[in-house]
């Protein structure tokens, strides 16, 4: 059984389309039409203070504009929906539960000042910020603790 090439561009409705995300999904647009594949539009509005549905449009009508279609998608609809990042959250939280069920993801307790020091230290030794991992071997007594800090998942 062959399989069938599916590509996506995933703008982020913060702005106008940018030549970098135009480039991006030309370059998608193609492979996909080359091999008779599918091109999907999702939308990742995860930045939700700054994402709006005026930018989602523009983004939308810059693309059709520049001869940009879309096989599957937002606004469109398809079998692999929902197409809008805020609406899978359902989805997500379910599987980070099993990850968390099985061990293979745990809960971090930092805060948020506790992690900028940690990229300040990064920064001032001129290595690229890796999250030390502190929180992955907490025993029961530290993460009761830690439970009063805000948890997000």
Avoid at 5 to 31: D, K, M, Q
Avoid at 48 to 73: A, H, K, Y
Avoid at 135 to 151: D, G, I
Wanted: neutral net charge; aromatic residues 12%; contains cysteine.
């Amino acid at each position: 059984m062959a399989t069938s090439v599916r590509v996506r561009i995933a703008p982020s409705p913060t702005g106008y389309l940018h030549l970098g995300l135009a480039r991006t999904a030309l370059f998608n647009w193609l492979f996909a039409r080359h091999n008779n594949g599918t091109f999907i539009l999702r939308v990742d509005d995860t930045d939700v203070e700054r994402s709006t549905e005026e930018s989602l449009e523009n983004i939308i009508d810059s693309f059709l504009w520049l001869g940009i279609d879309f096989d599957e998608g937002y606004g469109i609809g398809g079998d692999f929906g929902p197409y809008v990042q805020s609406q899978r959250l359902d989805i997500y939280h379910e599987y980070a539960g099993k990850l968390l069920e099985t061990g293979a993801a745990y809960y971090c307790y930092c805060t948020k000042e506790e992690l900028d020091e940690e990229r300040r230290q990064a920064r001032e030794q001129r290595k690229p910020f890796i999250y030390s991992g502190k929180c992955r071997n907490l025993n029961p007594k530290e993460k009761k603790s830690s439970t009063s800090k805000k948890l997000v998942m």
